[in-house]
């Protein structure tokens, strides 16, 4: 039996009743397992809906065809067949057991008789449990639930066999540890450090789908943690182990590497903030610098914005997010100047350079804020507040969203006689710098620098 709000979500969901009195009514065993049933124990939404059979694929598809259902193949030599039901796609596969070539992660499937079987060959006992819509019963062969109730993630057979298969399964580690705060035991964690290198094998893609998942989980510090100390970073992100700076006794300075953790939870949910934010000081190691007493890291967002450049690339991250995460990157301390005394050029300045992402710019910064003195918090958050009111203000005088000069590039040919080429480019870039210097200007004071411009151009 499962709890009255399991059941409530069932219900919620008929189709999931209709489909398995169809496969019941044929003679068929039929279960809801991974992470349906894992997410519906957890009493949290979901809309993945798996199932396991032992009726054979030929068998799935004649019970589903007669029964009306839409369907598609998506891997016959898995098992595999999509069941189409207005909005949702569930997926269907017969009971089967992986056999892994080495340094490959296509298993050779076999096809078993037993649940028991089908269940041993998940990733995590927690993704093994089955329930019968039906019958509302439970196979739990792997102490699921209770490893559910624990917050503990093992796995059904020897994790090192299990990872040696698939890789990846190590960072589905990470991912897992990260979405539900779940803890490993030892034997888990020493798996993960013997296996590691496997990753290698793993595209880069399937790798960066499970980083950025990762970086989306609840509590991303726990899994960045295995991810690093299992040694899992150096197939994947190496540069991060450098944040882990031996600390020097001559020249304090705040511990990099746990600041990135703590700056990284603080952030929301969002895939270029958590990035940003993993990467915000990436480059610290290699700027690391000491004048007397003190230590310092110069530049370090510049240098850290071409780096967070080359690793998203390595990792098939597509170029818009690239450009916004790097833009956060390289910009996250100019704020800090702001207490020096900024004019409206410099605040303008900001907002065009921030561009879309200043909101998201401002929390990185408030959460690189990780200072343990009351005082020292205070009086930076006081003049980040002060810098928003300013950007507010500048904002509704000018139109900022619309810093534009007067003038457009026709306009700029057909006054001063010029043809469509570099020299137009040139003089709309000294026109959008007037415009963030000088804030609102004239037609005629606009013209007036174009002639300028074009007149240095010909001497």
Request: hydrophobic share 35%; aromatic share 6%.
């Amino acid at each position: 039996m499962v709890s009255k709000t399991f059941k409530r979500r069932i219900d919620e969901n008929r189709f999931l009743i209709d489909i398995s009195k169809k496969f019941n009514d044929s003679g068929k065993e039929f279960w809801m397992v991974g992470g349906a049933v894992r997410d519906f124990l957890l009493e949290e939404d979901t809309n993945d809906f798996d199932f396991t059979t032992n009726a054979t694929t030929e068998e799935m598809l004649e019970i589903l065809s007669d029964n009306g259902y839409r369907t598609t193949e998506v891997g016959r030599d898995f098992g595999t067949i999509a069941v189409h039901i207005e909005d949702q796609t569930l997926h269907i596969t017969t009971y089967r057991k992986d056999e892994y070539v080495k340094n490959s992660r296509k298993p050779e499937v076999a096809k078993v008789n037993e649940l028991h079987e089908d269940l041993e060959r998940r990733d995590f006992t927690i993704n093994a449990i089955a329930y019968d819509v039906v019958k509302d019963s439970i196979e739990d062969p792997f102490k699921g639930i209770k490893d559910l109730s624990s917050g503990q993630l093992r796995s059904p057979r020897d994790p090192s066999v299990a990872f040696s298969e698939d890789p990846l399964r190590m960072l589905r580690v990470c991912r897992f540890i990260s979405k539900y705060e779940f803890s490993i035991d030892n034997e888990m964690f020493k798996a993960i450090e013997d296996e590691s290198e496997r990753l290698a094998i793993v595209s880069m893609e399937r790798v960066r789908d499970e980083l950025s998942k990762m970086l989306l989980g609840r509590k991303p510090s726990l899994g960045l943690r295995v991810f690093v100390e299992s040694g899992l970073s150096n197939y994947v992100i190496p540069e991060i182990n450098e944040l882990k700076i031996e600390k020097d006794p001559d020249h304090q300075h705040k511990d990099i590497y746990e600041h990135t953790l703590v700056v990284t939870d603080t952030v929301s949910p969002e895939l270029p903030l958590r990035l940003a934010a993993l990467f915000h000081d990436i480059a610290k190691p290699r700027t690391k610098g000491v004048d007397g007493d003190k230590v310092h890291f110069r530049h370090h967002e510049i240098v850290g914005g071409r780096m967070t450049k080359k690793i998203m690339e390595k990792l098939r991250y597509d170029k818009a997010l690239i450009k916004k995460v790097v833009r956060l990157v390289e910009l996250h301390l100019r704020p800090h100047t702001f207490k020096m005394g900024w004019t409206d050029s410099a605040v303008r300045r900001y907002i065009v350079d921030a561009a879309d992402e200043i909101q998201e710019l401002n929390e990185l910064v408030r959460a690189d804020v990780t200072t343990k003195n009351r005082n020292k918090k205070k009086e930076i958050y006081g003049y980040l507040d002060h810098l928003q009111e300013r950007i507010v203000e500048v904002a509704e005088k000018e139109e900022i969203n619309k810093m534009r000069p007067p003038i457009s590039g026709d306009d700029v040919m057909r006054e001063l006689g010029i043809d469509p080429g570099p020299l137009v480019g040139r003089i709309m870039e000294g026109l959008y710098e007037q415009r963030i210097n000088e804030g609102l200007v004239s037609v005629e004071k606009a013209l007036d620098l174009a002639r300028k411009i074009k007149e240095e151009e010909s001497e």
